[in-house]
């Protein structure tokens, strides 16, 4: 695993739980696919669909320009580190970074090069979402994963039905990491 960077909101959250991200790694394993089974899709015939967002899409920079490439849900190498209730969360290596996608109550967070993605299960006033742009993201959802981090709110998503809220899209960066075997 060549992984160089981390979500800084996954070890925020791993740490208001309580984990160490070094003992979360010591039980990370590679999935049977590995290494031909990558966490990422250029094609959107291979990924597996989400409940809210069948093609969710993220850009990345890459080295020839920037491009769309689609986060394939059940390929990468992962470690469930939380699970109480309905409450869970789970690290994941998404080619060259450690990532985390957590259900928290009425909200899915979801990382992947740098953004947060926060999925609210209820929609919110027009007026609210427009005013949340450019606030931080610890202003507007108390957790502990995100106090203190002025991490700010780039744009709201709307979801492809009135039935769910909209996501809260949210510029985290990454931070560089080295996998503790490699220090």
Not at 23 to 35: E, F, H, K, N
Not at 154 to 166: D, N, P, V, Y
Request: glycine share 8%.
């Amino acid at each position: 695993m060549n992984v160089r960077s981390a979500s800084p909101f996954l070890l925020s959250l791993a740490a208001s739980e309580g984990e160490r991200i070094d003992g979360l790694l010591d039980r990370l394993a590679p999935t049977s696919g590995w290494p031909r089974a990558p966490a990422l899709s250029a094609r959107p015939s291979n990924q597996f669909r989400r409940d809210r967002e069948p093609y969710q899409r993220f850009l990345i920079s890459t080295s020839s320009g920037e491009r769309n490439v689609i986060r394939r849900r059940g390929f990468g190498h992962a470690i469930a580190f939380m699970q109480s209730g309905d409450d869970w969360a789970c690290l994941d290596v998404v080619d060259h970074s450690l990532e985390v996608e957590a259900r928290i109550g009425q909200v899915k967070f979801d990382t992947l090069f740098g953004v947060l993605r926060v999925e609210l299960d209820h929609r919110i006033p027009d007026t609210l979402a427009a005013a949340c742009v450019g606030r931080s993201v610890c202003e507007i959802i108390d957790h502990p994963g995100l106090r203190g981090h002025h991490w700010p709110i780039g744009s709201i998503e709307e979801s492809l039905t009135s039935a769910f809220g909209q996501t809260l899209v949210v510029e985290t960066g990454s931070v560089a990491f080295r996998m503790p075997w490699a220090r």
